[in-house]
């Protein structure tokens, strides 16, 4: 069955077709829900969440984009729901944000260690943090899904780099004992 086909079938609840699709895309959606949630559990839970949503949206993709791009965005949106309301973005004045760069060495540095660490980080700057310099939104963007002000954005932006490049550090020298 093409992926047009499974669309349609869909669209009319059937889980045979909700099946293919969740086979399909699980495994993509999983490791973006992981970047936004606090631990594996959690990443599940948004997973499933993101999935109820998608097919009870379905019928609202027009086809405009690709399937994968809008389940995506479905995604970051569920994980980013239990955070928009728990209030974890402290709001601040645009003066007070300095710009920290974040420079690696991929050499010293493993991808699974900078992964452990950038989950390590508290929600509100993990967030900001993985929209930013993962998925490539900009400030305005962030902003408006999180529901913060750009400048709010930015200096969990800042902060984040500031507290992943001491967590660095720590690691190159070997002093990684001390946690966020």
């Not at 909700?18 to 399909?24: E, F, T």
């Not at 974890?88 to 300095?98: A, K, L, P, R, T």
């Not at 902003?143 to 490049?165: D, P, V, W």
Request: glycine content about 6%; charged content about 25%; hydrophobic content about 35%.
């Amino acid at each position: 069955m093409s992926l047009e086909q499974l669309i349609e079938s869909c669209k009319k609840n059937d889980a045979k077709a909700q099946s293919q699709i969740y086979k399909l895309y699980a495994s993509k959606l999983f490791s973006l829900c992981l970047k936004y949630s606090r631990n594996y559990a959690e990443a599940e839970d948004n997973l499933q969440d993101a999935f109820l949503t998608i097919f009870g949206k379905i019928s609202q993709y027009q086809g405009k984009g690709s399937l994968e791009g809008w389940m995506k965005r479905i995604a970051i949106n569920t994980a980013l729901q239990r955070y928009r309301s728990a209030g974890v973005f402290d709001i601040v004045n645009e003066g007070q944000i300095e710009d920290v760069s974040l420079e690696i060495d991929e050499e010293q540095i493993s991808l699974d260690f900078l992964l452990g660490i950038i989950q390590q980080l508290p929600d509100r700057y993990r967030l900001v943090f993985n929209l930013y310099v993962l998925d490539g939104y900009s400030h305005k963007e962030i902003a408006k899904m999180l529901e913060i002000s750009t400048g709010t954005s930015k200096s969990n932006l800042a902060r984040a780099r500031l507290i992943l490049k001491e967590k660095i550090e720590m690691h190159k020298t070997g002093s990684n004992s001390q946690s966020l």
